[in-house]
């Protein structure tokens, strides 16, 4: 079955730096693009990050523009979430999702994703 898989998720002082990775397994990793999600405690799913099947196309929201970088490696089936300049409201469990789109770009906003990973805990300090 399809398993995504998050690590790099920790505690962070407020102006650090994480990577986070999501290994996928049990799909055909390079039909899909990937996003990156977050939820902190008493909100709503946020969306961090999507890039393509390629990895050529990537998008992000101006909350996290310029801080985050998402990117992929198909050869590991892995995508990875770049964080510079944390900060305390970047604070979350933080989920890799996978849509199968072999379309140019990344996904609409609007679509769901077809599987989640687990989630990895992000904490950052001030």
Same mark, same amino acid.
């Given at each position: 079955?399809?398993?995504?898989?998050?690590?790099? !998720?920790?505690?962070? $002082? &407020?102006? /650090?730096?994480? @990577?986070?990775?999501? *290994? #996928?397994?049990?799909?055909?990793?390079?039909?899909?693009?990937? !996003?990156?999600?977050? $939820? &902190?405690? /008493?909100?709503? @799913?946020?969306?961090? *990050? #999507?890039?393509?099947?390629?990895?050529?196309?990537?998008?992000?929201?101006?909350?996290?523009?310029?801080?985050?970088?998402?990117?992929?490696?198909? *050869?590991?089936?892995?995508?990875?979430?770049?964080?510079?300049?944390?900060?305390?409201?970047?604070?979350?469990?933080?989920?890799?999702?996978?849509?199968?789109?072999?379309?140019?770009?990344?996904?609409?906003?609007?679509?769901?994703?077809?599987?989640?990973?687990?989630?990895?805990?992000?904490?950052?300090?001030?």
């Amino acid at each position: 079955q399809v398993q995504l898989v998050e690590s790099g !998720g920790g505690l962070v $002082q &407020a102006g /650090g730096s994480l @990577r986070l990775s999501c *290994a #996928a397994s049990g799909l055909l990793f390079r039909n899909y693009a990937m !996003g990156w999600f977050r $939820q &902190a405690p /008493g909100k709503e @799913r946020e969306f961090v *990050a #999507a890039v393509s099947w390629s990895g050529s196309s990537t998008y992000s929201p101006d909350s996290v523009k310029g801080r985050f970088t998402i990117s992929r490696d198909n *050869a590991k089936n892995t995508v990875y979430l770049q964080m510079n300049g944390l900060k305390p409201e970047d604070t979350a469990v933080y989920y890799c999702a996978a849509k199968y789109y072999l379309y140019g770009g990344t996904p609409p906003l609007t679509y769901d994703y077809d599987y989640w990973g687990q989630g990895t805990q992000v904490t950052v300090s001030s």
